[in-house]
């Protein structure tokens, strides 16, 4: 019986993970969309093609993403990346942070 009950609870904590990374995913795309994140990059031939993200996913770490989003002129050194313009700096909290790391971790293809 104890077994049963430990699965159950495992089982509903891995949905409630799973439902709160969905809703952090959603907050993501949103808010790539609101700070106009198309306006320098593209996802699925949305926006500016010349900065496809499509991927991103599969070349870059959770931690990069992150500090791309609060740190762009450190990661253009630290990456030596030639794009022009430069990707502004951006001051969004915390959770902003996260969850459009977390949309941008989707994007594997």
Request: glycine share 6%; with cysteine; hydrophobic share 40%.
């Amino acid at each position: 019986m104890f077994r049963v009950i430990a699965g159950l609870t495992l089982c509903v904590g891995l949905a409630a993970t799973a439902v709160a990374q969905d809703a952090k995913v959603a907050r993501g795309e949103k808010l790539f969309v609101e700070q106009k994140c198309t306006l320098c990059h593209a996802v699925a031939d949305k926006g500016n093609k010349k900065g496809p993200l499509d991927g991103v996913a599969t070349k870059l770490k959770p931690e990069e993403i992150r500090e791309w989003l609060t740190d762009a002129k450190g990661m253009t050194a630290k990456m030596k990346a030639t794009r022009k313009p430069e990707m502004k700096a951006y001051t969004l909290p915390k959770e902003d942070v996260e969850s459009l790391a977390a949309y941008l971790m989707t994007l594997k293809k």
